[in-house]
């Protein structure tokens, strides 16, 4: 958010852009793999669904630190405009390797 600026407003988000790499290569303590599932409904009538952390892993690896993420910002108005500036990739290529600093 900013918090190391001198323009820091609480209300605000001033901060800069995160970029994370190699997130296919995240690692899990003991059982989280297989039990850890996550939970949506589709909206419809019996729509409740689930999926292991394993399978989220295989198709898209990135959606797994998004939400662990997303879990740890504040749930108000802010947390949608922060997580805007999260760009989280699976392998070691992106699109934003122009913007890295030098050295």
């Not at 995240?26 to 996550?38: E, Q």
């Amino acid at each position: 958010r900013g918090k190391h600026k001198p323009t820091y407003t609480p209300h605000y988000d001033c901060g800069d852009y995160v970029v994370i790499i190699n997130a296919k290569e995240i690692n899990f303590t003991g059982k989280k793999k297989t039990d850890k599932l996550y939970t949506w409904h589709t909206g419809y009538p019996g729509g409740l669904k689930q999926k292991s952390v394993r399978d989220t892993l295989a198709d898209k690896p990135e959606e797994v630190l998004r939400k662990a993420i997303l879990g740890m910002f504040a749930k108000n108005n802010m947390r949608e405009n922060i997580s805007r500036k999260l760009r989280i990739f699976p392998g070691e290529n992106h699109l934003h390797e122009d913007m890295l600093p030098p050295g």
